[in-house]
């Protein structure tokens, strides 16, 4: 069974589609790259996933359970959506900290309103586990830190340990390095490498290609809100078989 199965999802903002009939699916422990050129449709697709947007029409299935079906009138409520969205995590270009938290605080803010929520509240353990992930993201000198005393690659980082925290099915990166300085981007690259290595569900938005290509095991080329062109990633990326697919490689490529 697919750990995340898409079919067939529509969106459109006023009289514009944007999404046009996305289908796929990816595996347990899989890394999954998505290219294509900016106003392609990958923002808007990464938020259907979160449930950001609502899509117009489609399925989306985690783990064999249906989070939304058009057809389903219920989907469309707002009473589960919170719930849905854990099973995703999102990291957003712009990192999006909470500047008046630390970045211990940021980690550790969703998890302990949900814990308290369902009256689970153990607040040692919260703790315990945000430092293991800032510790994983090479951050354990930096817990007491507020955002705007963090460069922007530490920031991210933040982001990633933020997201882990509520142990998500799959983990979503819409574009993590596009808003750091090229020297900052290294150290956000590594961690989602490793993150990689250690078999973490993951969805990669992303422009830099020798890092997909490396890091996923499947790549998927979106172009005018279709997915033209999706493959194993060494296929996808060493031989494309669209020639928009070529053009678009051989664009970022020279
Ligand atoms: N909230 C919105 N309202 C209207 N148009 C939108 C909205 N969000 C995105 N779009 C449009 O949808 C298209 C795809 O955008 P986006 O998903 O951000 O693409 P990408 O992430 O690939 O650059 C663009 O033409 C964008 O202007
Ligand atoms: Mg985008």
């Known amino acids: 069974m697919s750990i995340l199965e898409v079919r067939n999802i529509r969106k459109s903002f006023e009289h514009t589609e944007v999404l046009k009939d996305i289908s796929f699916s990816m595996e347990q422990g899989q890394a999954v790259s998505i290219i294509g050129s900016s106003g392609s449709g990958k923002t808007t697709l990464l938020r259907c996933l979160n449930f950001l947007e609502t899509p117009d029409e489609g399925i ?10 058009s057809a389903a009138a219920e ?34 803010l969703a998890p302990n309103l949900l814990s308290k ?17 800032l510790d994983q993201m090479g951050l354990s000198d930096r817990t007491d830190r507020y955002p705007h005393q963090l460069s ?24 993590p390095t596009s808003a750091l300085d090229p020297e900052l981007t290294g150290e956000v690259l590594r961690v989602i490498r490793s993150l990689a290595e250690q078999k973490t569900t993951m969805i990669i938005v992303t422009h830099e290609m020798s890092f997909a290509r ?24 060493d031989n494309p078989k669209m020639e928009r697919t070529k053009q678009f490689l051989s664009a970022l490529q020279s």
């Not at 989306?60 to 079906?69: A, K, P, Q, S, Y």
């Not at 929520?117 to 992930?133: H, N, Y």
């Not at 530490?154 to 998500?168: D, S």
């Not at 890091?215 to 296929?235: C, K, N, R, W, Y």
Request: include cysteine.
């Open 60 to 69: 989306i299935r985690v783990n064999g359970e249906t989070l939304f079906d």
């Open 75 to 108: 989907s469309r409520s707002d009473a589960s959506i919170r719930k849905k969205r854990l099973h995703f995590g999102l990291v957003f270009q712009s990192f999006n900290l909470f500047p008046q938290y630390t970045a211990l605080e940021n980690v550790m």
């Open 117 to 133: 929520e369902s009256g689970t509240a153990d607040r040692d353990a919260i703790r315990t586990r945000a430092l293991e992930l």
């Open 152 to 175: 922007g690659g530490q920031q991210q980082r933040v982001a990633i340990a933020r997201a882990l925290a509520l142990h998500p099915d799959i983990l979503c990166f819409d574009e």
């Open 214 to 237: 490396d890091v996923s095991d499947f790549a998927i080329f979106m172009d005018g809100g279709i997915i033209l062109e999706q493959g194993p990633s060494t296929e996808l990326f």
